[in-house]
C-alpha cells in the first residue's frame, strides 16, 4: 500500500473512532445509560464492519476466492427463505472454504449485483462476536431481451471469530426476508 494511501486509511479510521466516542459521550451526558467503550471495542467494531462491508464488496466483484476466505477454513453459510425456526430450515448449507468459494461463484450469472449493507447490531465477548446486518442486494442479467431486475431484503445472523488478531465469519446465516422480480427500464445518463 502506497505510504499516502495508508495515511488517510489511518486518520480515516481515527476519525470513525473520535466519533464513536463521542456519541458515546453523546449519549451518556443525554441522560441514556449506555456501557463505558473502549479503544479495543472500537478498532473490533470498525475491523467486523469492514468484514461485513468486504463481503458485500467480493460479491459484487464476483471475487468468489476473496469472499470465501472472509470465511474460517470450516466457516458455514446457511440460507434460509425467512426466518429461522425449528420447522425453517436451511435451503442450502454451505460448509468449508472451497465449497463456499463455488456457492459465491453462482453470482457470475448475473451481469451486475450491488449490495448495500445497512444497520448492524454487534455483541462482542473477547474473541468471539455475533451480530445481525440488514442488506439490500440488487441483481440484473437478461431474459428473453428484457433486463431484469431482483431486489432481495436480506438480513444475516453472524459469528465471529477473532484468529490471528484478525476477525472472520465463522458462521452466516443469510435470510431472504423478500424479494421483488421486476423488469427493468434502464436509461442513458443525462436522460
Given at each position: 500500500m502506497k505510504p499516502l494511501k495508508k495515511i488517510k486509511l489511518v486518520i480515516c479510521q481515527v476519525l470513525s473512532i473520535i466519533f464513536i466516542i463521542s456519541i458515546?459521550?453523546?449519549?451518556?451526558?443525554?441522560g441514556i445509560k449506555t456501557?463505558?467503550?473502549?479503544l479495543n471495542e472500537v478498532a473490533d467494531r470498525i475491523s467486523i464492519k469492514e468484514l461485513i462491508d468486504g463481503y458485500s464488496h467480493y460479491a459484487d466483484r464476483r471475487d468468489a476466492e476473496?469472499?470465501?476466505?472472509?470465511f474460517t477454513p470450516d466457516g458455514i453459510i446457511e440460507i434460509y427463505e425467512g426466518e429461522p425456526t425449528v420447522t425453517n430450515k436451511p435451503k442450502a448449507v454451505?460448509?468449508?472454504?472451497?465449497?463456499?468459494?463455488?456457492?459465491?461463484a453462482t453470482l457470475k450469472k448475473y451481469d451486475v449485483t450491488m449490495h448495500f449493507n445497512?444497520?448492524?447490531?454487534?455483541?462482542?465477548s473477547g474473541d468471539?462476536?455475533?451480530g445481525e446486518t440488514y442488506c439490500l442486494a440488487h441483481q440484473f442479467w437478461n431474459e428473453n431481451n428484457q433486463r431484469i431486475l431482483m431486489t432481495i431484503?436480506?438480513?444475516?445472523?453472524?459469528?465471529?471469530?477473532?484468529?490471528?488478531?484478525?476477525?472472520?465469519?465463522?458462521?452466516?446465516?443469510?435470510i431472504f426476508d423478500?424479494?421483488?422480480?421486476?423488469?427493468?427500464?434502464p436509461r442513458n445518463p443525462g436522460e
Open positions: 458515546a459521550d453523546l449519549t451518556y451526558a443525554q456501557k463505558a467503550i473502549t476473496a469472499q470465501a476466505n472472509l454451505l460448509k468449508g472454504r472451497e465449497a463456499l468459494k463455488n456457492g459465491f445497512g444497520q448492524s447490531d454487534i455483541q462482542l468471539t462476536a455475533t431484503g436480506i438480513r444475516y445472523y453472524d459469528t465471529f471469530v477473532r484468529s490471528d488478531g484478525k476477525w472472520f465469519f465463522a458462521k452466516r446465516k443469510l423478500w424479494t421483488d422480480r421486476r423488469v427493468s427500464t
